[in-house]
């Protein structure tokens, strides 16, 4: 399972991903497990906290992932069914160095 290593690095010890089926919103959640405390959080520990946005919750579609989160943009009302710090520019703002990857 994908849990943005390629960005952000492996989940520092004693962190584990925990995907779990949700059967009243019929998806896929991630959660992340500390295994020495027993700490259960929505939040990824390699990421900021959420500045601007909060979660929310949306039925999903056959148009988003299979493991899905939706986030609220505080200010404008915009709802996106990503991360918004997993954004190009956010990452890059947070020192994680991307490149650009041309294909054709």
Not at 15 to 25: E, K, L, P, Y
Not at 61 to 78: H, K
Not at 87 to 95: E, I, S, V
């Amino acid at each position: 399972m994908a849990d943005a290593a390629i960005f952000l690095g492996p989940l520092p010890k004693p962190w584990r991903v925990q995907v779990t089926f949700d059967s009243a919103a019929i998806l896929r959640v991630r959660r992340y497990y500390n295994t020495e405390t027993g700490e259960l959080r929505d939040d990824d520990p390699r990421l900021e906290p959420l500045i601007g946005w909060e979660r929310t919750s949306m039925p999903p579609s056959n148009r988003d992932p299979p493991t899905v989160e939706w986030f609220r943009n505080t200010v404008t009302g915009e709802v996106v069914n990503y991360d918004p710090r997993l954004l190009p520019d956010a990452l890059r703002a947070h020192g994680h160095p991307l490149q650009t990857i041309e294909m054709i």
